[in-house]
T-cell receptor
Framework: AQSVTQPDIHITVSEGASLELRCNYSYGATPYLFWYVQSPGQGLQLLLKYFSGDTLVQGIKGFEAEFKRSQSSFNLRKPSVHWSDAAEYFC?????????????FGTGTQLKVEL | DGGITQSPKYLFRKEGQNVTLSCEQN?????MYWYRQDPGQGLRLIYYSQIVNDFQKGDIAEGYSVSREKKESFPLTVTSAQKNPTAFYLCASITGTANTGELFFGEGSRLTVL
């Protein structure tokens, strides 16, 4: 079945440590790929996106993500986490099946930052 | 400032009652979406509309209805037919038909069925 998988439900890191959040997708072709962030009780905000070209994409708030076609992955990274990064992170794909932008979201990874 | 406004932020309803969630945007976006969020399940698409007076079912449309009479507005009605309506509902919009992927989200409405 076609899906977006975020294998880590919860992750805890210390402030200043590096972060990597995993995302895998299982589709025949390369979809458009996105990472969104959600603060508690809020809507989602786009961090970054990959359509084509350079497989390392830069986003807002110091985040970056790398697309690896061979692994069907689009992992999110940050070299040094700040306490304000504590939030829930969602990977999403657009299957480009036509009919407008229809994103499929992963189940999310809850990030906790220890001071 | 432009954005998406959802109301109410919190809503309580008794079983068997219909309830309508409001979503208004002043971004001049063409397409609007309704997602449902449950813990551990991510976001699931309920309905979406690419143009006024037209909308399509998403993955979990049963028990919900929508209308798109104005470009700015895309209200969602949770009907009594929805078996498990307690959830966090998110409205989003995007401009045009380009697959830019940058959905703009409202702050959500939390519905609790008592």
């Amino acid at each position: 079945a076609q899906s977006v998988t975020q294998p880590d439900i919860h992750i805890t890191v210390s402030e200043g440590a590096s972060l990597e959040l995993r995302c895998n997708y299982s589709y025949g072709a390369t979809p458009y790929l996105f990472w969104y962030v959600q603060s508690p009780g809020q809507g989602l905000q786009l961090l970054l996106k990959y359509f084509s070209g350079d497989t390392l994409v830069q986003g807002i708030k110091g985040f970056e993500a790398e697309f690896k076609r061979s692994q069907s992955s689009f992992n999110l990274r940050k070299p040094s986490v700040h306490w304000s990064d504590a939030a829930e992170y969602f990977c999403a794909v657009d299957l480009l099946t036509g009919g407008g932008n229809k994103l499929t979201f992963g189940t999310g990874t809850q990030l906790k930052v220890e001071l | 400032d432009g954005g998406i406004t959802q109301s109410p932020k919190y809503l309580f309803r008794k079983e068997g009652q219909n309830v309508t969630l409001s979503c208004e945007q002043n971004l001049n976006h063409d397409a609007m979406y309704w997602y449902r969020q449950d813990p551990g399940q991510g976001l699931r698409l309920i309905y979406y509309s690419q143009i006024v007076n037209d909308f399509q079912k998403g993955d979990i449309a049963e028990g919900y209805s929508v209308s798109r009479e104005k470009k700015e507005s895309f209200p969602l009605t949770v009907t009594s037919a929805q078996k498990n309506p307690t959830a966090f509902y998110l409205c989003a919009s995007i401009t045009g038909t380009a697959n830019t992927g940058e959905l703009f989200f409202g702050e959500g409405s939390r519905l609790t069925v008592l």
